[in-house]
C-alpha cells in the first residue's frame, strides 16, 4: 500500500474559477478526512465520510464547498467561485474505523487562487 | 471546543542536543493525543501518540510525556540530527467521539544546525 495519495499536487486558478481536487485513501480505511492548512498554521478539519456518508461539515465549509466519497473509497472536494482568501494547502487523511483512529495524511493539494 | 497551544513556534538547536516543545489543551474530554511532523512541500506524518491513560510513551529517541491534571502534553527529540529539521504540530481529540475531531496546534518549526 502507498498510502493516502492526493491530485493534482499543485492548482493554480484564477478567481472565481471552480476546481475539484482528489483523494484516494488507504485501502482499508473507512474514514477520510478533508483539512485546510494556511501558511504557518496547523490544518483546520473541514469534513470527514465514514464510508459514504458525510457526518461532520465544519463552519469553515462554506456552501462554496463540497465534497463527496459516492462509493466509499475516493473523495473529492470541489470549490466553486474561488475567492484569493481560498488559498491554502487542502490536506486529505483516513483512518480505520477503530481503535484511536489514527489519522494518516496525504502530500495535500495547494491551491493557488489569482 | 477544544483548543490547543503550542510553544515555542520557533526553536533552534545544536546536532546532538535535545529539543522539547509542548502543548497545553483545554477540553477535559479529549483523550488522544498524537504528534505529526510536516516537512516542506509534504503532509503530516504521524510520529508518536500518547493515549489519557498513559503518562509517558518512547519510540528510540523521541518521546511524549502527559499530564492530564494540568492538560500539558510534551514531544521530547533527544540526540537530534539534521532531518529532524521540520514543522511539528500536536493535535488533541476525543476517542470516544470516533476520533474525527482532531484539533491541531499552531506549529513549531525545529532547525537542528550541524
Known amino acids: 500500500d502507498t498510502g493516502v495519495s492526493q491530485n493534482p499536487r499543485h492548482k493554480i486558478t484564477k478567481r472565481g474559477q471552480n476546481v475539484t481536487f482528489r483523494c484516494d485513501p488507504i485501502?482499508?480505511?473507512?474514514?477520510l478526512y478533508w483539512y485546510r492548512q494556511t501558511l504557518g498554521q496547523g490544518p483546520e478539519f473541514l469534513t470527514y465520510f465514514q464510508n459514504e456518508a458525510q457526518l461532520e461539515k465544519s463552519r469553515l465549509l462554506s456552501d462554496r464547498f463540497s465534497a463527496e466519497r459516492p462509493k466509499g473509497s475516493f473523495s473529492t472536494l470541489e470549490i466553486q467561485r474561488t475567492e484569493q482568501g481560498d488559498s491554502a494547502m487542502y490536506l486529505c487523511?483516513?483512518?480505520?474505523?477503530?481503535?484511536?483512529?489514527?489519522?494518516?495524511f496525504g502530500p495535500g493539494t495547494r491551491l493557488t487562487v489569482t | 471546543g477544544e483548543n490547543v497551544e503550542q510553544h515555542p513556534s520557533t526553536l533552534s538547536v545544536q546536532e546532538g542536543d535535545s529539543a522539547v516543545i509542548k502543548c497545553t489543551y483545554s477540553?477535559?474530554?479529549?483523550?488522544?493525543f498524537p504528534w505529526y511532523k510536516q516537512e516542506l512541500g509534504k503532509g503530516p506524518q504521524l510520529i508518536i501518540d500518547i493515549r489519557s491513560n498513559v503518562g509517558e510513551k518512547k519510540d528510540q529517541r523521541i518521546a511524549v510525556t502527559l499530564n492530564k491534571t494540568a492538560k500539558h502534553f510534551s514531544l521530547h527529540i533527544t540526540e537530534t540530527q539534521p532531518e529532524d529539521s521540520a514543522v511539528y504540530f500536536c493535535a488533541a481529540s476525543n476517542r470516544d467521539n470516533y476520533g474525527q475531531n482532531f484539533v491541531f496546534g499552531p506549529g513549531t518549526r525545529l532547525s537542528v544546525l550541524p
Open positions: 487523511a483516513s483512518s480505520e474505523d477503530l481503535g484511536d483512529y489514527e489519522q494518516y
Open positions: 485501502s482499508e480505511h473507512n474514514r
Open positions: 477540553d477535559s474530554a479529549s483523550n488522544y
